[in-house]
């Protein structure tokens, strides 16, 4: 597994509070994720970066922002906390194989709970 | 963009029963069908993956298939033992992965 970190692992914020999530990988994989999961569901895609300089829109990026300050950190800022972001959120990190497939690594996710 | 289905929702077996878990997708151009376990509280996992130009991959207890035609994929799980209850994701890609919704196996000592 690549090694990916997220903080903090664990947090509990206001509605209306600004709130940032970080993440780090230290494999040098150029692609990086952001994920929720909400209780019982999947994974919805929030934002992805192919680069530094490439940032996208996932399938629920309202409300959310992201940051690549460089390769190796993503981060994810909600603006205003409202309770239905809460959820457990995951980075992951892309990095090509030897026949040049994404393989895709999770961090070990940070469980947000907004009162 | 591309739309992966994943059936059953929940699947329920004996221990030591066989474990099958199907999914299908959307678009034709996808090429890569990783397979993710995430147990409770904790990230997903890769397991195990195809890729399109194979038709089947095994390792150990697991395995799976693949056809291109009918644009689905299946994990199979044999003599299945508790630690293997879980959440499975599929996923399919062209360039991004796409995942499906989950399904959660339950194996009954």
């Known amino acids: 597994d690549a090694d990916v970190t997220q903080t903090p692992r664990n947090r509990i914020t206001k509605t209306g509070k600004r709130i940032m999530l970080e993440c780090s990988q230290t494999?040098?994989?150029?692609?990086m994720y952001w994920y929720r999961q909400d209780p019982g569901l999947g994974l919805q895609l929030i934002y992805y970066?192919?680069?530094?300089?490439?940032?996208n829109k996932g399938e629920i990026s309202d409300g959310y922002s992201v940051s690549r300050q460089a390769q190796a950190k993503f981060s994810l800022s909600l603006e205003s906390a409202i309770p239905n972001q809460t959820a457990l959120y995951f980075c992951?990190?892309?990095?090509?194989?030897?026949?040049?497939?994404?393989?895709?690594?999770f961090g070990p996710g940070t469980r947000l709970t907004v009162t | 963009g591309e739309n992966v289905e994943q059936h059953p929702s929940t699947l329920s077996v004996q221990e030591g029963d066989s474990a099958v878990i199907k999914c299908t997708y959307s678009?034709?151009?996808?090429?890569?069908f990783p397979w993710y376990k995430q147990e409770l509280g904790k990230r997903p996992q890769l397991i195990i993956d195809?890729?399109?130009?194979?038709g089947e991959k095994k390792d150990q207890r697991i395995a799976v298939t693949l056809n291109k035609t009918a644009k689905h994929f299946s994990l199979h799980i044999t003599e299945t033992q508790p630690e293997d209850s879980a959440v499975y994701f599929c996923?399919?890609?062209?360039?991004?992965?796409?995942f499906g919704k989950g399904n959660q196996v339950v194996v009954i000592p």
């Open positions: 992951a990190t892309g990095a090509l194989d030897r026949e040049e497939y994404y393989e895709q690594y």
């Open positions: 494999k040098g994989h150029d692609r």
């Open positions: 970066s192919f680069d530094v300089k490439d940032i």
């Open positions: 678009d034709s151009a996808s090429n890569y």
């Open positions: 195809i890729r399109s130009n194979v």
């Open positions: 996923a399919a890609s062209d360039n991004r992965l796409a």
